[in-house]
C-alpha cells in the first residue's frame, strides 16, 4: 500500500507572498499612526493659535499704552518685527526703544525668522491678563532663545513653536510678505490689520503650502 506523503513547509512563493503582505500591513499601520500623530499636532497647534488669539484680545482691551512715536500710530496690538536683516539689528533695537518708551533695549540673539513671535511673546507678558493666558500654552511649544535687556533689567527671549518644531509667525502689517518669513527691510508701520495674523508652517515645516495653519 502507497503511503501519500504531504508536504508542512513553505514554498518560496509562498514565503514572498506572506512577507509581502506583512510589509503592506505594517505600511499601512505607519501611515495610520502617521496620520494620527499629525491629527494630534494639528489640534495642539489650533488650541495654541485660540490661546494666542485670546491673549491678543486680552492685549487690545486692556490697551497697552505705546511710547515714542507709536504712541499715535493706532496700533492694538504687538508690534510686527518680522522686516528686519540681522545685520539691522541698530534698528530694531531703536524701534523697541521708542515704542517702549526705554532708555535702552538689547536684544540678544537676533533671528530676523523667528523675531516677531519673539517679540509678539515679549509684548504679551507686558499685560498681565495677556500672560496668564500664555502660561496654558503646552511648555514644550516655548522655547527660551535668549535674552531682552531693558533698561538693565534682563527679560526671557522667548520663541512660540508649532509641534513640529517651526517658529509661528505672527504678521500684524498688511505689507508684511504675505505672511512669509523672508525679512528684507526695516518694516513701516503704515497699515495695520484689525487682527493679526498668527500661522503654523505645518507638517511640512514651509510656510505658504496648503497645510499651513493659522488663527483666521
Given at each position: 500500500?502507497?503511503?501519500?506523503?504531504?508536504?508542512?513547509?513553505?514554498t518560496?512563493?509562498e514565503?514572498l507572498?506572506?512577507?509581502a503582505i506583512?510589509?503592506?500591513?505594517?505600511?499601512m499601520?505607519?501611515?495610520?499612526?502617521?496620520?494620527?500623530?499629525?491629527?494630534?499636532?494639528?489640534?495642539?497647534?489650533?488650541?495654541t493659535?485660540?490661546?494666542?488669539?485670546?491673549?491678543?484680545?486680552?492685549?487690545?482691551d486692556?490697551?497697552?499704552?505705546?511710547?515714542?512715536s507709536?504712541?499715535n500710530?493706532?496700533?492694538h496690538?504687538?508690534?510686527d518685527?518680522n522686516?528686519?536683516?540681522?545685520?539691522?539689528?541698530?534698528a530694531?533695537?531703536?524701534?523697541l526703544?521708542?515704542?517702549?518708551?526705554a532708555?535702552s533695549?538689547t536684544?540678544?540673539?537676533?533671528?530676523p525668522?523667528?523675531s516677531?513671535?519673539?517679540?509678539?511673546?515679549?509684548?504679551?507678558?507686558?499685560?498681565l491678563e495677556?500672560?496668564?493666558?500664555?502660561?496654558q500654552?503646552?511648555?514644550?511649544?516655548i522655547?527660551?532663545?535668549?535674552?531682552?535687556?531693558?533698561?538693565?533689567?534682563?527679560?526671557?527671549?522667548?520663541?512660540?513653536i508649532?509641534p513640529?518644531?517651526?517658529?509661528?509667525?505672527?504678521?500684524?502689517?498688511?505689507?508684511?510678505?504675505?505672511?512669509?518669513?523672508?525679512?528684507?527691510?526695516?518694516?513701516?508701520?503704515?497699515?495695520?490689520?484689525?487682527?493679526?495674523?498668527i500661522?503654523?508652517?505645518?507638517?511640512?515645516?514651509?510656510?505658504?503650502?496648503d497645510?499651513d495653519?493659522?488663527?483666521?
Amino acid at each position: 500500500m502507497k503511503t501519500r506523503k504531504f508536504k508542512t513547509g513553505l514554498t518560496l512563493l509562498e514565503m514572498l507572498l506572506v512577507l509581502a503582505i506583512i510589509t503592506l500591513l505594517a505600511a499601512m499601520v505607519v501611515g495610520i499612526a502617521a496620520r494620527i500623530d499629525n491629527q494630534g499636532k494639528e489640534h495642539l497647534t489650533k488650541g495654541t493659535l485660540a490661546l494666542l488669539n485670546g491673549a491678543l484680545g486680552q492685549f487690545r482691551d486692556y490697551g497697552y499704552t505705546y511710547k515714542g512715536s507709536f504712541a499715535n500710530a493706532g496700533l492694538h496690538f504687538p508690534l510686527d518685527c518680522n522686516g528686519f536683516r540681522l545685520d539691522d539689528a541698530a534698528a530694531f533695537q531703536h524701534t523697541l526703544i521708542d515704542a517702549l518708551g526705554a532708555s535702552s533695549v538689547t536684544v540678544n540673539p537676533i533671528d530676523p525668522n523667528s523675531s516677531g513671535i519673539q517679540i509678539l511673546y515679549f509684548f504679551l507678558t507686558r499685560v498681565l491678563e495677556s500672560r496668564k493666558t500664555l502660561d496654558q500654552i503646552e511648555e514644550s511649544l516655548i522655547a527660551n532663545d535668549g535674552i531682552i535687556d531693558m533698561d538693565g533689567r534682563p527679560y526671557p527671549l522667548m520663541r512660540i513653536i508649532d509641534p513640529w518644531g517651526t517658529a509661528l509667525h505672527y504678521s500684524y502689517y498688511r505689507n508684511d510678505n504675505n505672511n512669509e518669513p523672508q525679512p528684507s527691510t526695516e518694516p513701516e508701520v503704515t497699515d495695520p490689520r484689525a487682527f493679526p495674523v498668527i500661522t503654523s508652517a505645518g507638517p511640512d515645516g514651509l510656510f505658504g503650502t496648503d497645510d499651513d495653519i493659522t488663527n483666521r
